[in-house]
């Protein structure tokens, strides 16, 4: 890559003033990222509108999470174990690494290592790291895990996107007809899709399992082709009008305004054994 220029990024306070990357291409795309959590707040492909979701009503303080964008799942998703839900990785500060320019892609990285706070709660040695790289009309965000330490340890990891819709009623997702999911509000019971296209009305919340690497969502007459490698799962989400209620860091109508379609790895956990390195990346691209 060609050397870090002024021009790619700035760094400055955001919501709460918690220190935010705007990261800029060439071509004029821009991603936002908070060093809290390493969590991508915003997407504008070059000559376009911005493509995440964030809650107005999002708490941006340390150690909450923040409501929307793209927040970073690891090492346990959901409440599927002993930690905080969905783990600490999007609560914790991240350490910004710089960002580069090569051809039409700026990237920023970012990075964080087990500390005593981490070994209080998940006791591993570890060593993660966050890319983000964005130009002409696509996104792609690549996480790496390395296991720094003596002993092999295991993980679930997601990437958690909110993709923002005009209308929730003419929104779907292609290409998980016939797959095998696990419906997560009836408590995780394994069902196979029927429907070619994936409508949303009322709570939903499945966990595919084995997923394609390819999916697109369908937004009236915009559309995300949403790829993914590494990751074995795919986790489509929205809380619908009644569980939406439960959420203090949503107003009441935002399930309207997206979708969450997720890069996972949670059905078999990785395991990863001292010395060795997982990489999983999640791209959308409109």
Not at 35 to 40: D, E, I, K, R, S
Not at 160 to 184: F, I, M, N, S
Not at 216 to 228: A, K, N, P, S
Request: negative net charge; charged residues 15%; hydrophobic residues 40%.
């Amino acid at each position: 890559m060609d050397q870090t220029t002024p021009s790619s990024f700035t760094l400055a306070p955001g919501e709460g003033d918690l220190p935010k990357i705007t990261l800029t291409a060439p071509d004029g795309a821009q991603a936002e990222i908070y060093l809290h959590g390493a969590h991508v707040a915003s997407w504008a492909p070059a000559n376009d509108t911005e493509r995440l979701f964030m809650s107005e009503a999002s708490a941006f303080s340390a150690g909450a999470p923040i409501r929307g964008g793209i927040p970073l799942v690891f090492p346990q998703f959901g409440a599927n174990g002993p930690l905080p839900n969905h783990g600490f990785a999007r609560i914790l500060p991240w350490e910004f690494l710089g960002a580069q320019v090569a051809g039409n892609t700026a990237t920023a990285i970012f990075h964080l290592v087990d500390s005593p706070e981490t070994r209080a709660l998940w006791d591993h040695a570890f060593a993660a790291e966050l890319s983000v790289a964005v130009g002409g009309n696509g996104l792609s965000v690549t996480l790496e895990i390395d296991n720094t330490g003596h002993e092999p340890f295991s993980f679930t990891t997601a990437l958690h996107t909110y993709l923002r819709v005009a209308d929730l009623a003419e929104t779907y997702v292609q290409g998980l007809g016939d797959r095998t999911y696990r419906d997560l509000p009836a408590g995780g019971i394994e069902a196979v899709q029927a429907e070619p296209l994936l409508r949303f009305e009322g709570e939903l919340g499945r966990l595919y399992l084995g997923a394609p690497a390819e999916l697109q969502l369908f937004d009236g007459e915009r559309t995300v082709l949403i790829r993914h490698a590494g990751f074995t799962d795919t986790v489509v989400w929205n809380p619908g009008a009644q569980k939406s209620l439960t959420f203090p860091d949503l107003k009441p109508d935002d399930y309207l305004h997206y979708v969450c379609v997720e890069g996972a790895t949670v059905g078999t956990p990785v395991v990863l054994a001292p010395g060795e390195r997982w990489l999983g990346s999640q791209s959308l691209l409109v």
